[in-house]
């Protein structure tokens, strides 16, 4: 059943669609802005595609944009789902099934992260080099489908080592400075606390946030190589004396765009074949 869904979505998409995408774009908290930048664009809202989940949270548009950006034929997420919306993992995930099964080899996966790391800043855009998964749960749970991938998957390359190279050179060409660290993916909704936080960075995190971790377990099952930036959108709790909202998430990002923008169209302009 899984598989029929992840086929008739895809149709769907498909037959609405001339080209075939090859690089998969996750915009996430305040990030969206990147798919107005695609051009010769098919948008499809999620609420038309059969099986997908609907988009709940402010700042995410809920629908896909497919069509051309530096070259690239790419297929965006404006916006994603969450765990903590009440979705499971297979929902939270069916759009990188579905992403795959229309031909995606690359996966851009963004967020906006809490930063906790003390040498960051707000505004400061993170190459995610690894994640600690702290949801307790994973969308690979359950039977395995041999055709969708492994029953044991290797995570020791999540995100892969020459993207990550890449970015660097991007970063270096544009003049900008970006940061790179780990990346806590916990269920949220509610943001830590800061006891919370100082475990989190005893335990290794630089950045922590309510998503990505299970795309990119998805992506990595399903043989897509990931590229994960962060933009860190306000430092975690305990670390400035102030409380945490989502309009300081959305504030931030937009103060970032430009830079956010110019990094990854660069990185996609000279994205290796």
Not at 81 to 99: A, I, L, N, S
């Amino acid at each position: 059943m899984y598989q029929l869904n992840i086929k008739e979505a895809s149709d769907f998409i498909t037959s609405k669609i001339k080209q075939q995408p090859s690089v998969g774009l996750i915009l996430g908290s305040g990030l969206g802005v990147l798919a107005d930048e695609i051009e010769q664009e098919t948008t499809i809202p999620y609420t038309d595609i059969p099986h997908f989940p609907e988009s709940t949270v402010s700042g995410h548009k809920g629908q896909l944009v497919i069509g051309e950006l530096e070259g690239r034929q790419v297929i965006a997420m404006q916006g994603r789902f969450h765990y903590y919306e009440g979705y499971d993992m297979k929902q939270v995930t069916f759009p990188v099934r579905v992403m795959k099964e229309l031909g995606v080899e690359t996966l851009f996966v963004t967020n906006a992260a809490g930063g906790i790391n003390e040498t960051f800043k707000p505004g400061n855009l993170m190459i995610i080099s690894d994640h600690i998964n702290n949801m307790g749960d994973s969308p690979l749970i359950g039977p395995n489908d041999e055709e969708l991938g492994p029953r044991f998957p290797d995570m020791s390359e999540a995100y892969d080592r020459d993207l990550i190279k890449h970015a660097h050179q991007s970063a270096e060409r544009l003049n900008l400075q970006v940061q790179q660290g780990v990346y806590v993916g916990n269920t949220g909704p509610a943001y830590e606390t800061g006891a919370e936080v100082r475990m989190l960075r005893t335990m290794g995190g630089d950045a922590v946030g309510m998503s990505t971790v299970p795309e990119v377990m998805v992506a990595n099952h399903a043989g897509i190589r990931v590229l994960g930036i962060s933009c860190i959108s306000n430092m975690a709790a305990g670390i400035l004396d102030q409380p945490l909202t989502h309009d300081e998430v959305i504030e931030t990002t937009a103060q970032v765009r430009e830079d956010f923008l110019g990094f990854v169209k660069d990185m996609l302009k000279t994205l290796p074949a």
